[in-house]
Nanobody, 122 residues
Framework: QVQLVESGGGLVHTGASLRLSCAAS????????MGWFRQAPGTEREFVAV????????AYVDSVKGRFTISRDNAQNTVYLQMNSLKPEDTAVYYC???????????????WGQGTQVTVSS
């Protein structure tokens, strides 16, 4: 089992920055690909970003490219999502995920955190 706990969400204005953190415990963190999904009210969960277990391969949804950066610290069992130039359409609950699969579908990720709310006001 892997337990994931997100933090760092909040209410910000358009153009601001936030850094989300996801602390993992349980099985070997470095064995898992880690990612972030988000879900806005009335919508399906959306892939945001993923980073491979060694941190050498990264993918983003097009809408956040150039604004968001995913990173990981295997020594600290933590994955981060640096979010810059935030827009109202980034408003959502952000979920940290872990899995041995790779891809943009939720099915590749076995473990999910409880989520952290990000709200961007215009």
């Amino acid at each position: 089992q892997v337990q994931l706990v997100e933090s760092g969400g909040g209410l910000v204005h358009t153009g601001a920055s936030l850094r989300l953190s996801c602390a993992a415990s349980g099985r070997t963190f470095s064995a898992y690909n880690m990612g972030w999904f988000r879900q806005a009210p009335g919508t399906e969960r959306e892939f945001v970003a993923v980073i491979s277990w060694r941190g050498t391969t990264i993918a983003y949804v097009d809408s956040v490219k150039g604004r968001f950066t995913i990173s990981r610290d295997n020594a600290q069992n933590t994955v981060y999502l640096q979010m810059n130039s935030l827009k109202p359409e980034d408003t959502a609950v952000y979920y940290c995920v872990a899995g041995t699969g790779w891809g943009r579908s939720a099915e590749f990720y076995t473990y999910w955190g409880q989520g952290t709310q990000v709200t961007v006001s215009s």
